[in-house]
């Protein structure tokens, strides 16, 4: 299982810290990726991280803002969201994909687990 918590609501300007708790098993296949749905769009890769290093993977739109991390011993990957504007309002999911991240890490077709989703708003 992924269990995505933090989401909520946040003016514009402001920060906002996402987590998500994978099992163990899911933790380890090796690559986390953070993905957003905006209303009525697709839903897209924000940031990618491998749990066997520190390989991390940015979309243009949150590079610079947004920060990617993990806590192997939690088995949990954060999404730190700074300078944070209305675009950003979206759910937010969690998703585990086997292997290296790579070039592939954008694409929601490749990871075949995923969490719930939380909600972001921004305003």
């Known amino acids: 299982q992924l269990v995505e918590s933090g989401g909520g609501s946040v003016q514009a300007g402001g920060s906002m810290t996402l987590s998500c708790t994978a099992s163990?098993?899911?933790?380890?296949?090796?690559?986390m990726g953070w993905f957003r749905q905006p209303p009525g769009k697709e839903r897209e890769g924000v940031a990618a991280?491998?749990?066997?290093?520190?390989?991390?993977y940015y979309a243009v739109s949150v590079k610079g803002r947004f920060t990617i991390s993990r806590d192997n011993a939690k088995n949990t990957v954060y999404l730190q969201m700074n300078s944070l504007s209305p675009e950003d309002t979206a759910m937010y999911y969690c998703?585990?994909?086997?292997?290296?991240?790579?070039?592939?890490?954008?694409?929601?077709?490749?990871?075949?687990?995923w969490g719930q989703g939380t909600q972001v708003t921004v305003s």
């Open positions: 998703a585990a994909a086997p292997g290296l991240c790579g070039g592939r890490w954008s694409r929601a077709s490749e990871f075949f687990s």
């Open positions: 991280i491998y749990t066997g290093s520190d390989y991390t």
């Open positions: 163990a098993f899911k933790y380890n296949l090796g690559c």
